[in-house]
Each structure stands twice: as C-alpha cells, then as structure tokens.
C-alpha cells in the first residue's frame, strides 16, 4: 500500500496515518536493553534523541526513587509508564492485601517519577481457578484505582498473550480488559495495548475502537515465525509477521496519540554488543515498521 | 468437590457429572505415542481396553490407506478422528487449489477408515495478512465441506492456541471457529475443542454452550507452569493447571458424549521408554483428572 493511500479503521473512520510514525512518540522501555542501568538507559534516549522512555520498577529501585525522578527530568524525558503493577490474585487474603499494599507503593513510585501511567501485569490463578482469579483482579483493581487518581496515576490494564495465563496473567484479551476497565472512570483506568500480545485476536479491531480514549499505551516488537522462547522469544519490529503499521493505524483511528513504547523481550537484543547500535536499529525500525 | 456434587453449567443446566469420565469414551490420538507404528497403536488400545483411537494421515501412508482401514476394523476400535486437513492459505490461487484437493483426498482417506470426523487446522497465513487468511479458510471449507458431506464425513474446525497463529492456525478461538462453522449445517461442519488450545479463554465456557451439537470432537492434554516449549510442551492430565474436568462437565453440558482424545505433544511422553506403561498413566489419569 502506497503510504498516502487511505483505508477505512474498524470504526470507519477513514486512515490515512499509515506513513511513518511520529519519531517525537517513540518511548524506549528499557526492558529492551536490559543491561543498561536506567542512568545509561536515559543518557542513551537523550544521545539517539528520544523524548520519552518506559521505567521498571527494579531498575528504579537500583538507581534510586529521587535519584531516578532527577535523572529523567534533568534529560528532558517524559516517564510514559512505569512497569509495572499487579499480581493480584493469592491464595489468602493477607497475601492479596500485600499485593495491593505493593500496587500502592508502585502507584507512589509513579507519582514520583512524573509517569502519568502504571502498567497492570495483573497476575496468574493462585490455584487452578480462573474465574476466581479474575474476580481478585476486579477487587484489586477496585481498591488501587481510586489511590491512584488521587495520586494523578491512572491504571493501564495490559492483556498479556494467552500464552501467559498460566504464570503471568489471567487477563488475555483486550475484550476482557476493556471490559474490567468499563468498571471505572476512564481517567482512571485505562488499557494497555501491546502488537504482541493481542495480534492475534479476530477481535483486536473492534476491541481497538471499543477502547477509545481508554488506551493509556501502546507497545510495539513483533511476532517471529518460527516462535521459539515464550517469554525471551520478541522481535525486532519488521522481523515478525504483525501487520504492525495496519494495528497503529487502528489505534491512532481510536483516538490514541501518545507515546509507542519498544518493548522487547529478546536475549539477543539484550545481549547486543553495543546497545547504541541496537538503540539506534529500533529507532530505525520504529519509523520503517511501525 | 464431591463427584457426587452437582453445579451449573455455562447453559444453566445443572451439571452431575463431575465425577469420573466414562472409560469407554477414551481415545487414543496416536500422535501422543508419536513412536508407535499404527499396528502398535492399534495393539497397544486393545491391550488396555480403549475402544477408541484417532488416527495421523501420515502414519496411515505408512501402514497403507486399506491396511490401517482393516487393522482398526478388525481390532474392533472405532475411529474418532483423522489429523488432518486445513492449511488453506496460501499466495496463489494454483496453491490454494492444491490445499483443497489435498483435504479432498483426506476427506477419502477418513471416509475409508471409518472415521466420521476430519480435524481441521486452518494453517497460517501465506503473508501477514490474517484477515486474507481467514477469508481463505472459509472459502476452503466452502468447497470441501459438501465433498465430505457427501462421503460422511464431517469437517471439525479446531481454533489453536494464539500462540500458533503465526505458523499453524488463524483460526484461534473457539468464538471465531463458532462463527465459520455456523455459516454450514452442523452435520457437515462442527468445532473440535481441544482443552489446551482454548482453556484461557474466558469466553470458553459461553462458546462451548454455543457449539452445542456442533461439538464434534474434545481433545486433552495439559498445560504446564513454567510452560516450556510451545509445540511439545503439553502435560499429562493432571500435571498442569487446565481445570479439565469443570471443563469437560462444560462439554457435556452442552450435549457432547462422543470418544474423548487424549492428544499430548510431549517428547518425554514420545522417549517414554515403555510406551504400555504411559498409555497405562494415561488411562489412570484421565480416570482421575479429566
């Protein structure tokens, strides 16, 4: 397709952003290159001319709270989310109300940072009981939500890739994150979207639009074929099989227009010799792929 | 819970079957003792009692298309399956022409082994484009769904696991494989739900009640925490965390009482040294967890 030609989203409006994407939007999370610490994680955004970047909680922890919130304001980066919340379901009651107390740490953790979005993993099945699982999701969510708003955190649902339900997460569709968040404001809770996770769902579209100025994010890698490692196994955007530009056409339809994280899960990408080179290859990719 | 104990289906009837599976229902999918010839496989179930099997086209090309028909017959098992047809995308009009004709010979393989159901794995897209695909897998079943009607043979769309969309199935909910299977009488196109391929969905229980009578054949197996390999990675029944039982009380519930296949892609189970006793296991677990 010719990059000015237009198409028509799943919520019929007409697209015609399927050029490259906004450079201005692109967010490094830096889970993607793992090695670095979050000081080299944010001079390397500053150097490749990034604005925004995506934090972990760990790294953050080894850098420092303040230390960290000092780093990424003094570099002119925006936080577009802090990963992340969750884990909610347990197999006892003190044990989900401890998980919630670490939502709320996180919560601070983000209101600290200046990230406007903590990322929700929200967690496998204690036991072998799904549904009951998912009610704990609801409970949990229930009780951060209101926390966070009034810290100016919103919450991002993400549904992980079904292949996850069984030790990450028993949210696994953007048909049923959306509807937990429909239980709340939609400033308060929103969802977030992931190519890699949700590519493959006859309903992504549709869903897509239902979320509307629901999507709190958006990440990006890709899909390979063949897949080898579940979890380490994300590509580079372009070296999978995602029709990624067709999927940010959709999101961008539905209203969205904040910043694309890089999310790669990858040992290879992890282990690059020179991360400034891989930095500067998704940068690249972003704009060709995306 | 008691196995006496009753509960409510998705459907709302209530469900009293939750204590062991018929042991008369149990079949053998041949690709679970992968090592087995299938004269073995056919002497290995009258060893232990089943009555039924489920039969690989490749193995019946190696025992001969009439010689398997007769092995089976004369061991008095019933065939409760042929694996498979599908695969129907593909980048050219010629190839997919191909594909048809190659699940029109499967259609004639499966009329004359006595089996009454073709499984179907709908294949991956030929490019990126899953819509496309989709598309294409109707259009397949289109043409071959009449052919197998009238050899008796109904067509069984199984959806995978998202975690194949990329290189086996764009069929990947039991939702989506409803939707095309419904476009068809339900004599000649049906869903196979395998427990493994759909247990996280949380729209499963809702679509198994809407299959209904077009629930032609329910497959088992179980998946593992951690999850290892996505292709060979699957458990014996009991192993991991599918609830297979709440699950198969679901099944029932909607009306299906036909041979349930035991289906385990798992190269330990494959070098068990003794295939008897891992058929024995799994009889006793399917007794105890299914």
Chains 1, 2 share one sequence.
Not at 211 to 224: E, F, K, Q
Request: hydrophobic share 45%; glycine share 10%; charged share 25%.
């Amino acid at each position: 397709m010719r990059p000015d030609a237009a198409r028509t989203g799943a919520c019929g409006h007409r697209l015609t952003a399927l050029g490259a994407p906004d450079p201005g939007r692109l967010s490094l999370n830096q889970i993607t290159l793992n090695r670095w610490t979050l000081r080299e994680a944010v001079d390397g955004c500053a150097r490749h001319g990034l604005r925004w970047i995506g934090l972990w909680r760990d790294k953050v922890a080894d850098a420092g709270l303040e230390s960290s919130a000092r780093l990424v304001r003094d570099a002119g980066l925006g936080v577009s989310s802090l990963c992340r919340g969750g884990f909610f379901p347990a197999a006892t009651a003190v044990e989900r109300r401890a998980r919630i107390d670490d939502n709320r740490r996180a919560v601070e953790e983000a209101a600290t940072l200046g990230a406007g979005l903590l990322v929700l993993v929200c967690g496998p099945a204690a036991d072998r009981d799904l549904a009951a699982a998912r009610e704990q999701v609801g409970e949990g969510i229930a009780v951060v939500a209101p926390y966070a708003a009034a810290a100016g955190v919103r919450l991002g649902i993400e549904p992980l890739h079904p292949m996850f339900a069984g030790d990450r997460s028993v949210v696994v569709t953007l048909a049923q994150a959306n509807r937990m968040a429909e239980r709340f404001p939609a400033d308060q809770v929103g969802v977030v979207i992931d190519a890699y996770h949700v590519w493959w769902d006859p309903e992504v579209n549709a869903e897509i639009h239902r979320a509307g100025r629901r999507i709190a994010g958006y990440h990006v890698s890709d899909w390979l074929v063949p897949a080898s490692d579940m979890l380490m196994g994300r590509g580079v955007m372009g070296d999978g099989v995602i029709q990624l530009r067709e999927l940010r056409g959709e999101v961008e339809a539905a209203g969205y227009r904040g910043p694309v994280e890089v999310e790669i899960f990858n040992r290879q990408v992890w282990d690059a010799p020179d991360p400034d080179v891989m930095l500067e290859r998704i940068r690249a990719r972003y704009l060709e792929a995306v």
